[in-house]
T-cell receptor
Framework: NAGVTQTPKFQVLKTGQSMTLQCAQDMNHNSMYWYRQDPGMGLRLIYYSASEGTTDKGEVPNGYNVSRLNKREFSLRLESAAPSQTSVYFC???????????FGQGTRLTVV | KNQVEQSPQSLIILEGKNCTLQCNYTVSPFSNLRWYKQDTGRGPVSLTIMTFSENTKSNGRYTATLDADTKQSSLHITASQLSDSASYICVVSKNSGNTPLVFGKGTRLSVIA
């Protein structure tokens, strides 16, 4: 019962490098989300996927792209990392309305 | 303007004491309200989910209340333990299928011996 699995757990990038954060859930959930959490801030939505094959922008999408590869996997890509993207990134999945949301353990990203 | 406001920002209490955290929201139309606990360095974990028709829900020593008319919720923690030290986040969902959750900034609770 893995739930939501994120990889990697930690990453250091140089400005301008690219990388992809991976997220997979094994609960057959329809909706998946990517959030970032900065000190003193609530979780802010980057992108979400309401169902397989669809993606939508959230509150802070600039500098990111996403792919809903299949029902299980939802990846977040930074094409050209910037120091402002230093944050903790959380992936979440939900089966449907008024059901519990499950979060991954987070990816701590530092861009230098 | 944040649609989910929490207070206080932080709180320190003695082990064994009770405390109440507040959440006010303006999210509309409202579907459900959730309370999450987030330990340092971990992802949030669900404590309760309440829909429009529910005004109280308990999970062990945690009791959440909801007043949908005034758009207020509270989370009451009874007989606090050191392990309750965490951030408590209020999250509101709109009344629309897969609309993303709207997060408050959380209340940082520290329980000390």
């Amino acid at each position: 019962n893995a739930g939501v699995t994120q990889t990697p757990k930690f990453q250091v990038l140089k400005t301008g490098q690219s990388m992809t954060l991976q997220c997979a859930q094994d609960m057959n959930h329809n909706s998946m989300y990517w959030y970032r959490q900065d000190p003193g801030m609530g979780l802010r939505l980057i992108y979400y996927s309401a169902s397989e094959g669809t993606t939508d922008k959230g509150e802070v999408p600039n500098g990111y792209n996403v792919s809903r590869l299949n029902k299980r996997e939802f990846s977040l890509r930074l094409e050209s990392a910037a120091p402002s993207q230093t944050s903790v990134y959380f992936c979440a999945s939900i089966k449907g309305p008024a059901t519990e949301a499950f979060f991954g353990q987070g990816t701590r990203l530092t861009v230098v | 303007k944040n649609q989910v406001e929490q207070s206080p920002q932080s709180l320190i209490i003695l082990e064994g004491k009770n405390c109440t955290l507040q959440c006010n929201y303006t999210v509309s139309p409202f579907s459900n309200l959730r309370w999450y606990k987030q330990d340092t360095g971990r992802g949030p974990v669900s404590l309760t989910i309440m829909t429009f028709s529910e005004n109280t829900k308990s999970n062990g020593r945690y009791t959440a209340t909801l007043d949908a008319d005034t758009k207020q919720s509270s989370l009451h923690i009874t007989a606090s333990q050191l392990s309750d030290s965490a951030s408590y986040i209020c999250v509101v969902s709109k009344n629309s299928g897969n609309t993303p959750l709207v997060f408050g900034k959380g209340t940082r609770l520290s329980v000390i011996a």
